[in-house]
């Protein structure tokens, strides 16, 4: 045991300890109670025993392995209480007793507990859950982050979130979903499920949704953290190290996105100079990994080369705007939406001239899945400013501005209607 300071110190300590290991603690618990839910309860059993126990005895060597051997007491203790035990309580009871002579966490390179860690992950974004709950419940199980947080975080009510968790849980208890990775013929779109929760964790929080912030970079973070976790546990899979070149390229504009007031600033106004190049660097080399491992490239490898492209101007004048289009053209194929040919119109625009994105772009103004998203009369009021219509331009901004739900992208496109109108 390190020596007891100061009770704040020690929660400090315990935060952290729980940050770093609750998801390898949840992932074995899971593994040998085959549940889920009461192997975050016990682990949460074993945090509350720390918060009692450590401000006295000091934080111990050994941090996880302490709160895995109480979780595994208590999960003996929990089943003998039970009056009456079925056979497979009775053998896990049993399986748990024979190992209390192990910590699991003995060695922290133990295969078994990256093994964990993966079918944890699988199992958080299974998709029998909603998109909500999977992204909740990723953020529970393997982020560490505490229920308030992930509602402060999404701007949603604690409630709101607890009932996500504890509706998705009961849902994988209810269908029996085995701890298990996928077998090769289901591998394709559970991945795909693991991979969209992760990146809608790092939208969130790139372009907040709503409320007073433009970013919300702790979300990025641990959309991040998991995004390399995930490539760790599945190195050869080249969409996954798409994903991660995606978010660390697009992170590492983060200083550059917002004025010291946290106004938003685009990326063409950008102090390019203030992009973390050691991100950049990180999201190329796991983009050149990507690349070398699939012949064709997929969503977000082709994402990730579109973010390179950016990345790899030293000025806005630099910038590539024929190749993105091209790549825009390959993504539009690959996965048909709106939103990617409105993102195409404006490559377009850059490569060919404003004309040529409004063509596009009023392609698109009556589909009904553009009907509330405000970036449409966004891109569409940019473009009209560039071609002189003032008036229709400003109009395009103040329509845009009554859609978004985030304050300071509404201030930035009421800025805009103002200067489109003068």
Same mark, same amino acid.
């Given at each position: 045991?390190?020596?007891?300071?100061?009770?704040?110190?020690?929660?400090?300590?315990?935060?952290?300890?729980?940050?770093?290991?609750?998801?390898?603690?949840?992932?074995?618990?899971?593994?040998?109670?085959?549940?889920?839910?009461?192997?975050?309860?016990?682990? =949460?059993?074993?945090?509350?025993?720390?918060?009692?126990?450590?401000?006295?005895?000091?934080?111990?060597?050994?941090?996880?392995?302490?709160?895995?051997?109480?979780?595994?007491?208590?999960?003996?203790?929990?089943?003998?209480?039970?009056?009456?035990?079925?056979?497979?309580?009775?053998?896990?009871?049993?399986?748990?007793?024979?190992?209390?002579?192990?910590?699991?966490?003995?060695?922290?390179?133990?295969?078994?507990?990256?093994?964990?860690?993966?079918?944890?992950?699988?199992?958080?974004?299974?998709?029998?859950?909603?998109?909500?709950?999977?992204?909740?419940?990723?953020?529970?199980?393997?982020?560490?982050?505490?229920?308030?947080?992930?509602?402060?975080?999404?701007?949603?009510?604690?409630?709101?979130?607890?009932?996500?968790?504890?509706?998705?849980?009961?849902?994988?208890?209810?269908?029996?979903?085995?701890?298990?990775?996928?077998?090769?013929? *289901?591998?394709?779109?559970?991945?795909?499920?693991?991979?969209?929760?992760?990146?809608?964790?790092?939208?969130?929080?790139?372009?907040?949704?709503?409320?007073?912030?433009?970013?919300?970079?702790?979300?990025?973070?641990?959309?991040?953290?998991?995004?390399?976790?995930?490539?760790?546990?599945?190195?050869?899979?080249? *969409?996954?190290?798409?994903?991660?070149?995606?978010?660390?390229? =697009?992170?590492?504009?983060?200083?550059?996105?917002?004025?010291?007031?946290?106004?938003?600033?685009?990326?063409?106004?950008?102090?390019?100079?203030?992009?973390?190049?050691?991100?950049?660097?990180?999201?190329?080399?796991?983009?050149?990994?990507?690349?070398?491992?699939?012949?064709?490239?997929?969503?977000?490898?082709?994402?990730?080369?579109?973010?390179?492209?950016?990345?790899?101007?030293?000025?806005?004048?630099?910038?590539?705007?024929?190749?993105?289009?091209?790549?825009?053209?390959?993504?539009?194929?690959?996965?048909?939406?709106?939103?990617?040919?409105?993102?195409?119109?404006?490559?377009?625009?850059?490569?060919? +001239?404003?004309?040529?994105?409004?063509?596009?772009?009023?392609?698109?103004?009556?589909?009904?899945?553009?009907?509330?998203?405000?970036?449409?009369?966004?891109?569409?009021?940019?473009?009209?400013?560039?071609?002189?219509? +003032?008036?229709?331009?400003?109009?395009?901004?103040?329509?845009?501005?009554?859609?978004?739900?985030?304050?300071?992208?509404?201030?930035?496109?009421?800025?805009?209607?103002?200067?489109?109108?003068?």
């Amino acid at each position: 045991m390190t020596a007891p300071r100061t009770t704040a110190d020690v929660n400090a300590s315990i935060d952290a300890v729980w940050r770093i290991e609750s998801a390898r603690l949840i992932a074995g618990l899971t593994r040998m109670v085959h549940d889920v839910g009461l192997a975050e309860e016990l682990a =949460q059993d074993a945090l509350v025993a720390a918060l009692e126990q450590w401000p006295e005895s000091g934080v111990p060597r050994n941090p996880g392995a302490w709160l895995m051997a109480i979780s595994k007491r208590r999960a003996i203790d929990r089943f003998r209480r039970q009056e009456r035990l079925d056979r497979k309580h009775q053998e896990i009871a049993h399986d748990l007793e024979l190992d209390q002579g192990s910590s699991e966490y003995d060695d922290v390179l133990d295969d078994r507990i990256e093994d964990d860690l993966l079918r944890l992950m699988f199992i958080s974004c299974h998709p029998i859950l909603t998109t909500e709950a999977r992204v909740a419940l990723t953020l529970k199980l393997l982020g560490g982050l505490k229920t308030g947080e992930i509602a402060r975080a999404f701007l949603v009510s604690e409630a709101t979130v607890a009932q996500r968790i504890v509706r998705a849980k009961r849902a994988l208890a209810d269908a029996d979903v085995p701890f298990e990775v996928p077998g090769r013929d *289901e591998l394709p779109a559970r991945l795909a499920s693991v991979l969209e929760a992760i990146y809608l964790v790092f939208n969130e929080g790139y372009s907040a949704t709503a409320g007073d912030d433009w970013m919300r970079p702790e979300l990025c973070a641990e959309a991040r953290r998991l995004g390399r976790l995930l490539a760790g546990l599945m190195p050869d899979e080249p *969409e996954v190290h798409g994903l991660v070149s995606l978010m660390e390229i =697009q992170a590492s504009r983060t200083a550059a996105r917002t004025t010291p007031a946290g106004e938003p600033v685009l990326l063409l106004e950008q102090n390019r100079a203030k992009w973390d190049h050691l991100l950049i660097q990180r999201g190329l080399t796991a983009l050149e990994r990507a690349e070398s491992l699939a012949p064709t490239r997929a969503k977000y490898t082709l994402q990730a080369a579109l973010a390179a492209c950016h990345a790899r101007a030293r000025t806005a004048a630099d910038t590539d705007w024929v190749r993105i289009a091209s790549l825009y053209e390959e993504l539009a194929v690959l996965e048909p939406s709106p939103i990617i040919e409105l993102n195409r119109a404006v490559a377009l625009s850059m490569a060919f +001239g404003p004309q040529a994105g409004l063509d596009l772009v009023d392609q698109l103004v009556d589909l009904p899945s553009l009907k509330n998203y405000h970036l449409l009369p966004s891109v569409r009021g940019d473009l009209l400013a560039k071609l002189g219509r +003032g008036d229709e331009a400003r109009a395009e901004f103040e329509r845009a501005a009554g859609m978004t739900q985030n304050e300071r992208e509404r201030a930035l496109l009421l800025d805009r209607a103002k200067a489109a109108g003068a």
